[in-house]
C-alpha cells in the first residue's frame, strides 16, 4: 500500500506527498500532462523539444543543473506521447532547492533565440542518429502512421519529420509554453524522507505566486477501428530482415490493458515463454523476438518485433508468429503459465515500490490517468485476469484486420 496525501493549490496545480522514512532522499517529480499527442499535426516534435529547453535556465537561474548538484542531487526528464516528466532527487535536508528550481521554470523560462538554436541543433541531431542513422531506427517513424491515420499517435515523440523542429520559432515556441506549462497542467508528487505538511507548505511558498494561466484544451481525434489488414515493405541496409506486427487495443485504463499485459509476457516475458521456446529454439526461425504494450491513455497498441534467422521466409516467420496468437483464443493456457505471468509482474512491482523516486513517479501517472490511489488496487487487476479472459482478449485483438505489419528487409549486397 502506497499512502498519500493531496493538496491542490488555487491555480490548479495538484500536488501528491508520500512519506517514506526508510530513505534519507527525496524526489520531486514534476508531470506536465503534455505529450506529443498535444502538438499540431504542422507542427510536431515540440513537447520532446521542450524538454530540452527546459533546461536552459530561466530568468533568475542561469544554468539549471548546477545548485541541484550542489544540493547533492541528480535531475532528468522524459517525454511520451502523452506526458512530458521532469524529476529532482537529492537529500531530504535539501528539498527546498527542487521546489524553487522547478517553479522558477514553470514561472518562465528564459527563452532566447539562441539557446532555441541551440536545442534544435540538438534535437536534430538526435533525430538523424536515432531514427534516420541507425539499423531499424526508423521502425516506428514507419510503424506510427500505418496504424494510426486520425489520432495523434500517428507520430512518434521525436515528431513526424525533421523539418517541423528545423522551422521551429520563437514566437510558436513560446505560445507552446505559455498553453502548456501552467499549474493546472502539472502534477507534483513527492516522495521520500518529507512528511506531507512540509511538501503542502513548501508548494505553497513556492509554486503558489505562479499564475495559473489557461491550459489549452487538445482536441484528440479518436482513431476509428480498423477494418483491414495494413502492410507495409522497405529495403534497408541491415543486417538482417525485421517483422514489427501492430495490433490495436485499448487504453492504459482499460480491462484490456491487464489482460494483455499478462498475456504478452506469458509470451515472451521470459527465457521459457512460448515465442523464445517455440519459435527461436524449436523452430529456429527467429534469433530474438518480444511482445508488448504501447500503455497510452488513450486506445493504444500490442507490438510484436522480431528479428529473424537467415534463411527464414517472412511470410512463413509472420505465419509462425499468428499461430500461437491463434492458439491463445482457441486454447486455454495453462495455470502454470499464468501464475509465472503473475509472480514475475509481482515481483517487479515490489521492487519498483521499494524506490521512494519510482513510487512518486508512479503516483503521478496515475493521477495523470484519473486518480493517484488506483496505484493501489493496480495488482489486484493483475490477480483477477481469468483464463477465459485471455481467450476472449486474444480472439478480440489478434484479428488480421486488425493489425498492422511491416516487413523490413535487408537490402540484397
Known sequence: MVSFERHTLKNGLTVLAHYDASTPMVTTNLMYKTGAKDESPEATGFAHLFEHLMFEGSVNIPVFDTPVMLAGGENNAFTTNDIT???????????????????????????????????????????????????????????????????????????????????????????????????????????????????????????????????????????????????????????ANELLMAFHCGRRTDRDFYVLDLLTDMLSGCESGRFPNILIREKKLFSEIDSYLTGESDPGLVIISARLREGVDISVAETAINEQLQLLGSEPASDHEIEKSRNRYESHNLMAMTSASNKAFNLAFFEMLGDASDINSESDKYMSVTKDEIMETARKTFKPENSSVIYYLAAKR
Do not use: C
Open 85 to 239: 516528466n521532469y524529476y529532482i532527487t537529492l537529500p531530504a535536508n535539501n528539498i527546498e532547492t527542487s521546489f524553487w528550481l522547478e517553479s522558477d521554470r514553470m514561472l518562465g523560462l528564459n527563452l532566447t533565440h539562441a539557446k532555441l538554436e541551440t536545442q534544435k541543433r540538438v534535437v536534430i541531431e538526435e533525430y538523424r542518429q536515432r531514427y534516420l542513422n541507425q539499423p531499424y531506427g526508423d521502425l516506428f517513424l514507419l510503424l506510427r502512421p500505418l496504424a494510426y491515420k486520425e489520432h495523434p499517435y500517428m507520430w512518434p515523440t521525436i515528431g513526424k519529420d525533421i523539418s517541423h523542429i528545423e522551422k521551429a520559432d520563437d514566437k510558436t515556441v513560446a505560445e507552446f509554453f505559455r498553453d502548456h506549462y501552467v499549474p493546472e497542467n502539472a502534477i507534483l508528487s513527492v516522495g521520500g524522507n518529507v512528511k506531507p505538511d512540509q511538501v503542502f507548505r513548501l508548494a505553497e511558498k513556492w509554486f503558489a505566486p505562479v499564475p495559473a494561466g489557461k491550459r489549452k484544451i487538445s482536441k484528440i481525434t479518436p482513431e476509428p477501428a480498423q477494418k483491414e489488414k495494413r502492410e507495409m515493405t522497405v529495403h534497408r541496409d541491415v543486417p
